[in-house]
C-alpha cells in the first residue's frame, strides 16, 4: 500500500463497523439509509457560495457543529469570501464535477440563481444526498412538482430557504388563527416594494467583456444560452424570465408563507394578473417578452380547505403598488412593515390578521375595536441558534421521515405546492403579456383573461398557449 493512501471517510466507517462489532458506537449505513448520528459531523457541499449562498454556508456550517467539504461557484471572484471562511473546502465551477468527485458529500446547499436551483437540486437527490434550496424551490411549476416527488423518492431531507417560515412571528399567526380569533378568512392580501433591480427593460444587444474567472457556460447552465452581460449577473437576473422569477419569485415565498400555512392552501383554482405598461418615445406600449414588468397586479382563489372552510381571493401586487387601507386598521398605523413596503393581512369574520417580511411583527384588528400585538419573547428559543439551516442540518443527522425531518417548516412536501402556486402567478403574468398579430395589422393579447387551473394534472383548462409557461426546455447536459 502506498505512504500516501489515505481512507476515505466513507470507507474508514465501513472499515469501523467490522473492527468495533462488539461496541455501541454504530457507524452510520448500519443504522439505514439517510440516517447521521447525531454525534456525527454532516459534510455539506456548497453549490452558490457568493451572496446569499455565503451566510446559508455559515448558518449550516454553524461554528463547526457541520464540515463544509466543497465548494461550487461560477464566479470564484464572488465566492472569495466562503473560500476564505472554509479554506479546506475543494473549489469547484460545475457543481456536477464536484456531486461526481467529492464522494463523501452528505447533504448540499443550493443558493444559485432561480434557473438553476431544480437540476442541481436533482442531481443531489439522485446521489443520496439531502438538499436546502434557496426560495423560489424552482423556476418553473413542472419543476416544483418533480422536486417534491423526487424528495419522497430518494428520501432526502429537503428544506426551502424562506426562513420566516421558522420563525416565530408565523407560528404565533397560525396559534391565533386555529384558536378562532379571527374566524373564517376570505380575503387575503399581499404585497411587496420589489423589484429594486432593472426589470421592464430591453434585452442588452451590446457585447462587453466577459467578468474575469467567470464560467458562463455554467453559469447559464439549463436555461437558453445568451451573451454574458452584466445586467445578468450578478444580480439583476431576478428581472428575466429565462433565468429569474420577478418580484413575485423572490418574494412571494417570503410573504404568501404565512397565509398558506396558516389557512392551509392547496393548489388554486383560478388566476389572473395584470402588468404595468412600458411607453416608448413614441408613445407607444412597449412589448417586452423577455424581461418580467416593473409592476403586477395578480389575484388567484383557493378553495376551502379544513383549517379556512370557505373560498379563499389573494390579491398580490408588486412595484411599489399595495392594498388601500382597511377602515378597521387605524389611519396612522402600518399595514405590513413599518413603511407598508411588504406586507400580508388576513380579512376574516372577526377581525383583520396582519404582518411584515417574514411574518414579522403580527396583529389583529379586531371587529370590536380592539388590537391584540404578539410578544414573540417566549417563542425565540424553539429554534437552533441559526435557525432554518441548523434545524434542517440536525434533521439530516436523524434521517429522512423521523422526527425532526417531519418538523422541518418548509421541507418540499410543503415548499413544493407553496412554489407551484406562487409560478401560477408568473404564468399569469406571462399570459398576459403574450402578443400575437391582429387582423387588421395591430396586435391582440389573447391571454388576458382569467385562467382556470387543473393543479392536480399541472393544466390551464381555457387557454392552451399558457401552458408553455408550465414546464421549461433544457439546454442539452442540463435537464432534470
Given at each position: ?5 489515505k ?17 455501541s458506537?454504530?457507524?452510520r ?17 456548497v453549490?452558490?457560495?457568493g451572496?446569499?449562498?455565503?451566510g ?14 466543497a465548494i461550487?461557484d ?7 469570501r466562503?473560500f ?8 469547484f ?8 468527485q467529492?464522494k463523501?458529500?452528505?447533504?448540499v446547499?443550493?443558493s444559485?440563481?432561480d434557473?438553476t436551483?431544480a437540476?442541481?437540486?436533482?442531481a ?7 438538499v ?8 418553473s411549476?413542472h419543476?416544483?412538482r418533480v422536486?417534491?416527488e ?7 431531507v429537503?428544506q ?24 373564517k ?9 420589489r423589484?429594486?433591480?432593472p426589470?421592464?427593460?430591453a434585452?442588452p444587444?451590446?457585447k ?8 458562463w457556460?455554467s ?8 451573451d ?6 450578478p444580480f439583476?437576473?431576478?428581472g428575466?424570465?429565462?433565468?429569474g ?8 415565498c417570503?410573504?404568501?408563507?404565512p397565509?398558506f400555512r396558516?389557512?392551509?392552501?392547496g393548489?388554486p383554482?383560478?388566476?389572473e ?6 411607453f416608448t418615445?413614441?408613445w ?23 383549517k379556512?372552510?370557505?373560498e379563499?381571493t ?17 389611519a ?5 412593515d413599518?413603511?407598508?413596503a411588504?406586507?400580508?393581512?388576513m380579512i376574516?369574520?372577526?377581525g ?14 379586531f371587529?370590536d375595536?380592539?388590537?391584540l400585538?404578539a ?10 441558534e441559526h435557525?432554518?439551516q ?6 439530516c ?16 412536501d410543503?415548499a ?6 406562487i ?7 406571462r ?5 400575437e398579430?391582429g ?9 388576458r383573461k ?12 381555457n387557454f392552451?398557449?399558457a401552458n ?5 426546455e ?7
Amino acid at each position: 500500500m502506498s505512504a500516501n493512501y489515505k481512507p476515505s471517510r466513507r470507507s474508514f466507517i465501513k472499515k469501523s463497523a467490522v473492527a468495533f462489532a462488539g461496541i455501541s458506537i454504530v457507524p452510520r449505513h448500519v443504522l439505514g439509509q439517510g440516517y447521521i448520528p447525531p454525534s456525527d459531523q454532516l459534510n455539506i457541499g456548497v453549490i452558490g457560495g457568493g451572496g446569499k449562498g455565503y451566510g446559508d454556508a455559515v448558518n449550516a456550517w454553524n461554528k463547526g457543529a457541520s464540515n463544509i467539504t466543497a465548494i461550487c461557484d461560477v464566479d470564484w471572484g464572488m465566492a472569495s469570501r466562503a473560500f476564505k471562511k472554509f479554506p479546506k473546502a475543494k473549489k469547484f465551477k460545475d457543481f456536477r464535477k464536484m456531486l461526481d468527485q467529492v464522494k463523501d458529500i452528505d447533504a448540499v446547499t443550493i443558493s444559485t440563481p432561480d434557473h438553476t436551483h431544480a437540476v442541481a437540486a436533482m442531481a443531489a437527490m439522485k446521489l443520496g444526498k439531502h438538499v436546502y434550496v434557496q426560495k423560489p424551490l424552482t423556476h418553473s411549476i413542472h419543476e416544483a412538482r418533480v422536486l417534491t416527488e423526487a424528495a419522497r423518492k430518494y428520501k432526502s431531507v429537503s428544506q426551502m430557504g424562506n426562513q420566516g417560515a421558522s420563525g416565530p412571528g408565523v407560528q404565533q399567526m397560525i396559534t391565533w388563527f386555529d384558536e378562532g380569533k379571527i374566524g373564517k378568512v376570505s380575503t387575503a392580501h399581499v404585497w411587496t416594494n420589489r423589484p429594486v433591480w432593472p426589470q421592464g427593460i430591453a434585452t442588452p444587444t451590446d457585447k462587453p467583456k466577459m467578468k474575469d474567472g467567470l464560467d458562463w457556460d455554467s453559469w447559464v447552465g439549463p436555461a437558453q444560452m445568451v451573451d454574458y452581460h452584466p445586467l445578468y449577473h450578478p444580480f439583476a437576473w431576478r428581472g428575466w424570465w429565462n433565468f429569474g422569477t420577478g418580484a413575485l419569485g423572490d418574494m412571494g415565498c417570503h410573504l404568501i408563507d404565512p397565509p398558506f400555512r396558516v389557512l392551509g392552501l392547496g393548489y388554486p383554482t383560478e388566476v389572473e394578473s395584470s402588468v404595468g405598461a412600458i411607453f416608448t418615445k413614441n408613445w407607444t406600449p412597449e412589448y417586452l417578452p423577455e424581461s418580467c414588468p416593473s409592476s403586477s397586479r395578480t389575484q388567484l382563489k383557493f378553495p376551502a380547505t379544513k383549517k379556512n372552510p370557505t373560498e379563499l381571493t389573494m390579491t398580490w401586487t408588486d412595484g411599489g403598488l399595495r392594498p388601500f387601507h382597511p377602515d378597521l386598521i387605524p389611519a396612522d398605523h402600518p399595514i405590513g412593515d413599518e413603511n407598508s413596503a411588504n406586507g400580508v393581512i388576513m380579512i376574516g369574520e372577526k377581525g383583520i390578521m396582519t404582518c411584515g417580511t417574514y411574518g414579522a411583527n403580527p396583529k389583529i384588528y379586531f371587529n370590536d375595536g380592539t388590537i391584540l400585538v404578539a410578544d414573540l419573547k417566549e417563542r425565540k428559543n424553539a429554534l437552533p441558534e441559526h435557525g432554518h439551516q441548523a434545524s434542517w442540518v440536525e434533521a439530516c443527522k436523524e434521517g429522512f421521515g423521523k422526527s425532526k425531518h417531519k418538523a422541518l417548516t418548509s421541507s418540499f412536501d410543503f415548499a413544493g405546492p407553496l412554489t407551484e402556486s406562487i409560478l401560477m402567478g408568473n404564468l399569469a403574468i406571462r399570459s398576459y403579456m403574450l402578443r400575437e398579430s391582429g387582423s387588421r395589422g395591430g396586435h391582440q393579447y389573447p391571454g388576458r383573461k382569467k385562467l382556470l387551473w387543473d393543479g392536480i394534472n399541472m393544466k390551464i383548462t381555457n387557454f392552451e398557449k399558457a401552458n408553455q409557461f408550465v414546464k421549461r426546455e433544457y439546454r442539452k447536459g442540463w435537464s432534470l
